[in-house]
C-alpha cells in the first residue's frame, strides 16, 4: 500500500498513547496528528489550558503539549471523523487481562482492539494503514485483519476502503517515556507490505536514526514486546529473590548487585531491588505469556514464566510480614506512614502499583495509614484500596483507615513506621531526625526501595530495616 501520509489518528489518549502522538506531532510538523478517547473528561484533561491536568504525568511532557496542541496536535472524542481523515491509524488502547470466560485471570482481554477494529472498518475510508502500539497477545494483528477484511466486502457497495496491518509495539517506560521516545533503543515494525512498512519508517526517520528501526515479520514483532518484557520481569523478580537471600547470609544487595551487574553479559540495568514490579504491562504480558505457551502445550516453558510472577506476590507478602513482625507481630491502631503510591517514581500512574497490595494488607491487619504521594491523585489511591479490599474483607471502611496527606509532618506525627514504597527522589532528601522527633517509640522506617543514605541517619534514634541489607546492623535490632 503505497500512499502519502498526511494525517494520523491514534486511538487511545492513554498513558501510550498520548506521549506518542506528542512525540510525533513535534517531530513531524508536516502531519496533522489526532488523538481520540471514548473517555470525554480525559479527553478534556488533555485540552485543558492549566497544563498541570493532564491525565498523564511524565517528565517533559508539558512542553510538547505546549508546542504542538491546536497546532498539529488535537485531543478529539469524535472517533468516527478522526478515523475518517486519518491515512494511518494507531491503535493505542488498553488491553487488560480477562476477568471472566475462557481464559479468564490469563489472556488479555481484547474488546478494546476489537470494537477500535471495527471503528476503523466503518468510518476509514480509501487506503488505510492501521499500526498495532497496544501490548497485545501473538497474532492479535489477524484478529484485527480478519475484522477488516470482512469489513471491505461488507461496505465494497458503499466506498472503497482497503487496509494493511502492521505491528510497531511500544518499549516506552513509563516516568521517562518521553526521553525513551526520543532516543529509543530501537523501533520495531512488523509486517509483509513493504510500502506500509516504508511509510511507517519515514514518520519514525524524522528523529531516529534509520539503523535502530528493525523490520520484522509481524508476528516476531507481536512475540518480541512480550519477551522483552518477560526478560525485564524476570531480571526483577531474580534481584528481588537474592534480596531476601541477603537478608539471612549477612550480603549487601547492593554490593552484590554491583558485582553481578559489571559483568558486561549481564549488565547493571534493571537490578534495582524493590517491593516488587507494577505497572500495567509486566504482570499482564507474563500473564499473556504464560497463557499461549500452555495453549501450545509448552506446560514447562508456562511453569517457567509463571514462577517470575510468583516470585514478585511473593516479595510484597514477604514485606508485609516482616514489617508487621518488626512491630511486635501486631498493628491494630497503630499508625503507619506510606511514602509513595505510584507503581515507579516519576509517574502518576499506580495500577499494579506494590503499595496498593501492601497497603492493603496493613489495612486488613488493623493499621491506621497516612500515605503521600508527590503525584497520584487522593482520589485514585482510595479507588486502588477499596477495590483490593472489598474482594478480602467487603466490612472494611477504606476512609476510617486511611488519610491522605502532602505534609511529611503528618506521615510522622505520633507514627510507629514509616514505609517508602516508591523511589522518589523527594523522600531522598528527608530530614529524618526531625521526622524522627515526631514519630512514637520505638519507631521504624522501612526503606523498601533503598533510596536512604545511611549517614543520614546516623544521629536519629529511628531503627531502619533496608531491604536486602543483611549487614546492616539495624535491620538485626
Ligand atoms: C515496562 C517496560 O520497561 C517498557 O519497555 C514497556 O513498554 C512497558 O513496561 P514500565 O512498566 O513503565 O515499563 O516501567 P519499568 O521501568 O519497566 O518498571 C516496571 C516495574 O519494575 C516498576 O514497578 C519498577 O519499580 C520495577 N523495577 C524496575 C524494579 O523494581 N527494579 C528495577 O531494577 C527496575
Ligand atoms: P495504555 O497504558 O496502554 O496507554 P490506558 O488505559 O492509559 O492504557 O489508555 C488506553 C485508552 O484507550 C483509555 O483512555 C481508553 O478510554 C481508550 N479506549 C479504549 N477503547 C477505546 C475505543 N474503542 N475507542 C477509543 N478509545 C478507547
Not at 3 to 12: Q, Y
Not at 171 to 191: C, H, K, Q, Y
Not at 226 to 235: E, P
Request: proline share 3%; hydrophobic share 40%; aromatic share 8%.
Amino acid at each position: 500500500m503505497n500512499i502519502e501520509v498526511k494525517t494520523i489518528c491514534c486511538i487511545g489518549a492513554g498513558y501510550v498513547g498520548g506521549p506518542t502522538m506528542a512525540v510525533i506531532a513535534d517531530k513531524c510538523k508536516h502531519l496533522k496528528v489526532i488523538v481520540v478517547d471514548l473517555n470525554k473528561e480525559k479527553i478534556d484533561s488533555w485540552n485543558d489550558r492549566d497544563l498541570t491536568k493532564l491525565p498523564v504525568y511524565e517528565p517533559g511532557l508539558k512542553d510538547l503539549i505546549q508546542r504542538c496542541r491546536s497546532k498539529n496536535l488535537f485531543f478529539k472524542t469524535d472517533i468516527k471523523k478522526a478515523i475518517a481523515e486519518s491515512d494511518m491509524i494507531f491503535i493505542s488502547v488498553n488491553t487488560p487481562t480477562k476477568k471472566s470466560g475462557l481464559g479468564a485471570g490469563e489472556a488479555s482481554d481484547l474488546k478494546f482492539i476489537e470494537s477500535s477494529a471495527r471503528s476503523i472498518a466503518k468510518f476509514a475510508i480509501g487506503d488505510t494503514i492501521v499500526v498495532e502500539k497496544s501490548t497485545i497477545p501473538v497474532k492479535t494483528a489477524e484478529v484485527i485483519k480478519t475484522i477488516l477484511v470482512s469489513s471491505q466486502n461488507e461496505f465494497k457497495n458503499k466506498s472503497k476502503k482497503s487496509f494493511t496491518v502492521l505491528s510497531s509495539p511500544e518499549f516506552l517506560a513509563e516516568g521517562t517515556a518521553i526521553n525513551d521516545l526520543l532516543n529509543p533503543s530501537r523501533v520495531l515494525i512488523g509486517g509483509d507490505d513493504d510500502d506500509a512498512i516504508n511509510s511507517l519508517v519515514d514518520i519514525y526517520k524524522n528523529w531516529v536514526k534509520e539503523e535502530k528501526i528493525l523490520k520484522t515479520n509481524i508476528w516476531s514483532s507481536e512475540l518480541s514486546k512480550l519477551t522483552a518484557n518477560a526478560f525485564l520481569a524476570q531480571r526483577v523478580s531474580s534481584i528481588n529473590s537474592i534480596s531476601a537471600l541477603c537478608e539471612k547470609t549477612g550480603a549487601d544487595i547492593s554490593e552484590v548487585a554491583k558485582a553481578v551487574g559489571m559483568d558486561y553479559r549481564i549488565g547493571n540495568n534493571f537490578l534495582k531491588p524493590g517491593p516488587g514490579f507494577g505497572g500495567s504491562c509486566f504482570k499482564k504480558d507474563i500473564l499473556n505469556l504464560v497463557y499461549i505457551c500452555k495453549f501450545y502445550g509448552l506446560n514447562d516453558v508456562a511453569g517457567y514464566w509463571n514462577q517470575v510472577l510468583k516470585i514478585n506476590q511473593w516479595q510484597q507478602s514477604r514485606l508485609t510480614n516482616i514489617i508487621v513482625t518488626k512491630l511486635f507481630g501486631t498493628i491494630t491502631n497503630k499508625k503507619i506512614g506510606i511514602l509513595g503510591f505510584a507503581f515507579k517514581a516519576n509517574t502518576n500512574d499506580t495500577r499494579e502499583s506494590p503499595a496498593i497490595n501492601i497497603s492493603s494488607e496493613l489495612i486488613i491487619e488493623g493499621a491506621e495509614l497516612t500515605i503521600l504521594d508527590p503525584k497520584v491523585e487522593e482520589v485514585s489511591i482510595l479507588k486502588d484500596l477499596k477495590e483490593f479490599i472489598i474482594n478480602k474483607d467487603p466490612s472494611i471502611k477504606v476512609e476510617n483507615q486511611v488519610e491522605i496527606t502532602s505534609s511529611y509532618e503528618q506521615i510522622a506525627t505520633d507514627a510507629d513506621a514509616i514505609i517508602i514504597l516508591t523511589d522518589w527522589d523527594d523522600f531522598k532528601k528527608i530530614e529524618w531526625q526531625n521526622l524522627s522527633r515526631l514519630m512514637r517509640k520505638p519507631s521504624w522506617v522501612f526503606d523498601c526501595r533503598n533510596t536512604i543514605n545511611l549517614n543520614n541517619f546516623k544521629e536519629s534514634d529511628l531503627n531502619i530495616w533496608k531491604l536486602g541489607f543483611g549487614s546492616n546492623i539495624n535491620n538485626l535490632k
